[in-house]
């Protein structure tokens, strides 16, 4: 089955620097890759996502791209701010015929120093 | 509502007592997934319903875990005889299906077992 694999687990910044979050996965089946960002007592919320069909996506500071050969993608945050400290979660979708599901990295706690 | 709700919002139980959490998903989504979330970590895939198909129930980690899905619409996720190591905090999500999409999460169950 798919496995996805996150790093780091942990990565502090100063406000205004850029942030990146790696992950990859194993099975080449999977065809979507969305990311979220979990905020501390809240359920993780959707932030961006990318198909397999497209290299790069970008939405304001938040950018991720793709690399289905070396099957890994990643998170680029830019002009990080306070607010962006959270934990962070890269998935894969295997997805055949009309079913998937979603499997998950460990998390990244990103904290952004004032 | 506008997004998945979960209830309710805390649950302390004695151990080897059953309990029973609930999923409404966003109206219209016909894929609906359970995962659990210990402390600090990473989500734990338990099972996926997608419309009418049978249930890939196979993240549940052992036979007191159990869930249903009624009229393709509420879930509910029942542990029977619970253990201290099923503390942690339930979460569910919810997507259109059908095509690879992004799960929306809710605020999650957080269970305490003591």
């Known amino acids: 089955g798919e496995n996805v694999e996150q790093h780091p687990s942990t990565l502090s910044v100063q406000e205004g620097d850029s942030a990146v979050i790696k992950c990859t996965y194993s099975d080449s089946a999977s065809n979507y890759f969305p990311w979220y960002k979990q905020e501390l007592g809240k359920g993780p919320q959707l932030i961006i996502d990318i198909r397999s069909n497209v290299g790069e996506k970008k939405d304001q500071r938040i950018a991720v791209t793709l690399n289905k050969t070396a099957k890994h993608f990643s998170l680029h945050i830019t002009e990080t701010q306070p607010e962006d400290s959270a934990v962070y979660f890269c998935?894969?979708?295997?997805?055949?015929?009309?079913?998937?599901?979603?499997?998950f990295g460990k998390g990244t706690k990103l904290s952004v120093k004032p | 509502g506008a997004g998945v709700s979960q209830s309710p919002s805390n649950k302390v139980t004695e151990k080897g007592k059953d309990v029973e959490l609930r999923c409404d998903p966003i109206?219209?989504?016909?894929?609906l997934y359970w995962y659990r979330q210990s402390l600090g970590q990473g989500l734990e895939f338990l099972i996926y319903?997608?419309?009418?198909?049978?249930?890939?129930k196979s993240g549940l980690p052992s036979d007191r875990f159990s869930a249903e899905r009624t009229g393709g619409s509420v879930s509910t996720l029942t542990i029977q005889r619970t253990q201290q190591e099923d503390s942690a905090v339930y979460l569910c999500?919810?997507?259109?299906?059908?095509?690879?999409?992004?799960?929306?999460f809710g605020p999650g169950t957080r269970l305490l077992v003591l």
């Open positions: 109206s219209g989504h016909t894929a």
């Open positions: 998935a894969a979708t295997p997805w055949r015929g009309s079913q998937g599901n979603l499997i």
């Open positions: 999500a919810s997507s259109f299906g059908g095509a690879v999409q992004a799960g929306y």
């Open positions: 319903f997608q419309g009418n198909s049978a249930p890939d």
